[in-house]
């Protein structure tokens, strides 16, 4: 009596071998997936700590606003007039529109004025929208046509809102534009705080929600302005 021969035949190799495909395929793509996420994540942790960053320095540059001030110099240093257009002495707030900050003061802790600008732009090439600084030595003459053309620097790119800046006077809003000319200086010198707010928008797509991420930061800074108000004030700080 033959004995038969014991293996598998080729239709069950056939069945395992889609089952190993089946299952490889579905590991696979969980891997695939589980990747895609990881570099979401790391994406809006990038975008939150590059928002996070530029607030911190927009923060410690408002809080120079206005120094060195006129007040504690003695005036035979200045050899302009008003002591606003001097290049030794810093404004303090200079304009703040919805999309716009600039302001002046010693940022670097030298002694020697910056006119800094924060600026949205809102076109959409090179990564913008996108919100730009620009940080230049002060040289004398109006603070608001008479300063050199700014060099800007890209911050933060995939800004979503368009109102970036408000100002406030005692915790009520100041209506904005507001800047230094003679129409607006007086209004100017009673701002004791600046706010923003930054929405962004991360670059990578979650590949769950198909959607990309989007965080929005907060920073308010009270600041002694000491704005001198295009009114040839030595100071205007209250």
């Known amino acids: 009596m033959r004995r038969r021969d014991k293996g598998f035949s080729i239709i069950e190799m056939m069945i395992v071998m889609v089952i190993v495909l089946v299952v490889s395929g579905v590991i696979l793509q969980v891997i695939n997936l589980a990747g895609a996420r990881s570099a979401t994540e ?20 408002l809080r120079q606003a206005g120094y060195p001030s006129p007040r504690n110099m003695d005036p035979v240093v200045f050899t302009q007039h008003p002591f606003i257009n001097d290049l030794h002495a810093a404004a ?15 940022t670097d802790g030298t002694g020697a004025v910056k006119v800094v600008h924060y600026h949205l732009d809102t076109s959409t090439t090179n990564g913008c929208p996108c919100l730009k600084r620009s940080e230049l030595p002060k040289i004398n003459g109006d603070p608001m046509t008479g300063q050199t053309l700014e060099a800007y620097e890209v911050e933060v790119q995939g800004v979503q809102n368009t109102t970036i800046f408000s100002a406030y ?20 010198a009673t701002v004791d705080t600046v706010q923003a707010v930054l929405t962004l928008q991360s670059a ?35």
């Open 42 to 61: 790391q994406t809006k942790t990038d975008v939150f700590q590059e928002a996070r960053e530029f607030m911190d320095q927009m923060s410690r540059d």
């Open 92 to 106: 303090g707030l200079v304009e703040v529109t919805d999309t716009d900050l600039r302001f002046e003061g010693d």
């Open 169 to 188: 006077n005692n915790g009520d809003s100041v209506g904005l534009p507001v800047d230094i000319t003679t129409s607006g200086g007086n209004t100017m």
């Open 204 to 238: 990578a797509m979650d590949p769950q929600t198909h959607r990309k991420a989007v965080i929005t930061l907060v920073s308010t800074v009270w600041l002694n302005n000491c704005s001198q108000a295009a009114i040839g004030f030595k100071t205007s700080c209250q």
